[in-house]
């Protein structure tokens, strides 16, 4: 397959929708050597069974280069020679980067003929998780991309990919899957409460911990609805900020006489404590989860924020009735 037959693809959607294992399958289906020559990624499944498919499942397939930050191949546990690596020499917040170091081993390992005779794939996730000089490196081989070569690249956060990067990609919606699909999946991991899960993270299942926070927010609901104050209990504090968000969406859906979305198995509770404080201090609330969200990761001291969070989110749920 020459690599002019399609242009270099880029997907996107929200967390937990798979596009790292759609960048996979798309992969998978262009190295097989059984399926017919595709003229597109996903338009054929692999076979699973030649030797391109062995060689691709060992992680040793000579046309597949995988390149990821080195926090998330810790992540999706890839194998070191899997994915590029070099994070022994780069502090931890560059952990979540692509260097352009990577960028230039991959362009070496793109110049090379195809070793098996077929195309060659290079996967690279998250675009977004590239800084100018990566990217302008990159932007080089997609602009006059080898013969044979296939890029597919993906990015949960679209309009941080830088635009010249943009530009050289078809871009690929991939949605959620639907709740079929999510119940299946769940189902398949032995989720023994698939059903509450698939609700609680809005199908989002293939996230690496779809049903985080869920159990904190259950018993911060019946704690609360008892006359109880819960302790933060160590959660860390970007999964309290995402708890609480959902949880004061379904409350200002209680409020609004709607039906909750992510814990409707304690509807009772919600909507009492829904009709406690006045709207304008919901409303500031809600704002300050927000901002609370975009530094989440990194608190000064995750525990007493945590708490802090708690202990306003439980005088909101308790104060006097409009």
């Known amino acids: 397959m020459a690599a002019q037959e399609f242009p270099s693809i880029l997907l996107h959607g929200p967390r937990g929708a798979g596009l790292w294992e ?7 289906g262009l190295l097989c050597e059984r399926t017919p020559k595709a003229s597109a990624p996903w338009q054929a499944r692999a076979c699973g069974e030649c030797e391109g498919c062995h060689l691709r499942r060992s992680g040793t397939h000579p046309d597949l280069r995988v390149v990821v930050p080195p926090a998330l191949a810790t992540e999706l546990g890839l194998a070191p020679e899997a994915a590029e690596q070099g994070a022994d020499k780069r502090s931890a ?7 352009i170091d990577d960028v230039r081993s ?26 100018a000089p990566a990217a302008n490196a990159l932007l080089k081989v997609l602009e006059e991309p080898p013969p044979g070569l296939c890029f597919l690249t993906g990015t949960q956060q679209l309009d941080r ?12 919606a991939w949605p959620r899957p639907g709740e079929a699909a999510a119940l299946v999946e769940l189902q398949r991991r032995g989720e023994p409460d698939a059903q509450a899960v698939a609700r609680w ?15 904190w927010a259950r018993r911060l609901v ?22 609480l968000q959902k949880l004061t969406l379904d409350l200002l859906r209680a409020r609004a006489g709607l039906a909750p979305l992510y814990l409707p198995e304690l509807e009772a509770q919600l909507r009492r404590l829904g009709t406690r404080g006045s709207s304008g201090a919901w409303q500031a609330w809600w704002q300050r989860l927000a901002q ?27 104060s006097g009735a409009n």
């Open 201 to 215: 993270c809005r199908h989002a299942v293939f996230d690496a911990d779809p049903a985080r926070g869920l159990e």
């Open 161 to 172: 990919v830088l635009p010249t990067l943009r530009s050289r990609c078809s871009l690929r």
């Open 106 to 131: 991959l362009i070496d390992w793109a110049q090379a003929t195809s070793h098996r005779g077929g195309a060659k794939v290079a996967v690279v996730h998250p675009l977004d998780a590239m800084a």
């Open 93 to 99: 917040s560059a952990g979540r980067e692509i260097s």
């Open 22 to 28: 759609a960048l996979l399958e798309g992969a998978a």
């Open 222 to 243: 019946r704690q609360v609805a008892a006359g109880q104050l819960p302790p933060a209990d160590g959660v860390p504090p970007a999964v309290a900020i995402e708890s």
């Open 292 to 318: 609370a969200a975009r530094t989440a990761d990194f608190p000064l001291h995750a525990g007493l924020a945590v708490q802090a969070w708690v202990v306003e989110w439980n005088a909101l749920c308790t």
